[in-house]
T-cell receptor, first 118, second 115 residues
Framework: AQKVTQAQTEISVVEKEDVTLDCVYE???????LFWYKQPPSGELVFLIR??????QNEISGRYSWNFQKSTSSFNFTITASQVVDSAVYFC???????????????FGQGTTLQVKP | SAVISQKPSRDICQRGTSLTIQCQVD?????MFWYRQQPGQSLTLIAT?????????ESGFVIDKFPISRPNLTFSTLTVSNMSPEDSSIYLC????????????FGPGTRLTVL
């Protein structure tokens, strides 16, 4: 069975602190995709990143970075120098391909609520 | 990425009634998905809507309760039938995007409250 676990329910930090959101996944598929989404208080779901199972390179985008480790089945997300605007619920998700390139359903973790205080 | 809109953005409904949610995309897409997010919870896939065929429902969701239409490659509707307070949720549609359609992008959601 496929599963995504985000053990941290809520995290509170003070602005400019670094914060890491943990994500652990389970799947028996050899090809899969991992995602992070951000859901601000307004409710929309914003796509942040997608990682393929065959690409373990870490990625950095501005203040955001992602650490993918197949050995520990983890795909952690770090925000450097956090800002109040980073306050949101962050979801980690997993999917496996269906057919020739079609996207499969997303299995979401329970989400981590991040509060960044000024 | 595609621009996805949903109508209504929110609604308050009475128990026993039905609500139809619309999802419009500004480009043709093969697969559209409907998710439910109950209050304070994560997202759960209701069904996959393919144009020209019946929707595929996930375990725990049935067509009689959540009928879906997909008349063309840019539009889909989800109906929440015979509503009860337990149906109060955010309902989101999403589409596969990107080079290999792996990424899913979401509409703004419909916030439904059932009294």
């Amino acid at each position: 069975a496929q599963k995504v676990t985000q053990a941290q329910t809520e995290i509170s930090v003070v602005e400019k602190e670094d914060v890491t959101l943990d994500c652990v996944y389970e799947t028996r598929d050899t090809t899969y995709y991992l995602f992070w989404y951000k859901q601000p208080p307004s409710g929309e779901l914003v796509f942040l990143i997608r990682r393929n199972s065959f690409d373990e390179q870490n990625e950095i985008s501005g203040r955001y970075s992602w650490n993918f480790q197949k050995s520990t089945s983890s795909f952690n997300f770090t925000i450097t120098a956090s800002q109040v605007v980073d306050s949101a619920v962050y979801f980690c998700a997993l999917s496996t391909p269906k057919g020739s390139g079609n996207t499969g359903k997303l299995i979401f973790g329970q989400g981590t609520t991040l509060q960044v205080k000024p | 990425s595609a621009v996805i809109s949903q109508k209504p953005s929110r609604d308050i409904c009475q128990r026993g009634t039905s609500l139809t949610i619309q999802c419009q995309v500004d480009s043709q897409v093969t697969m559209m998905f409907w998710y439910r997010q109950q209050p304070g919870q994560s997202l759960t896939l209701i069904a996959t809507a393919n144009q020209g065929s019946e929707a595929t429902y996930e375990s725990g969701f049935v067509i009689d309760k959540f009928p879906i239409s997909r008349p063309n490659l840019t539009f889909s509707t989800l109906t929440v039938s015979n509503m009860s307070p337990e149906d109060s949720s955010i309902y989101l549609c999403s589409v596969g995007q990107g080079y290999s359609r792996i990424e899913q992008f979401f509409g703004p959601g419909t916030r439904l409250t059932v009294l």
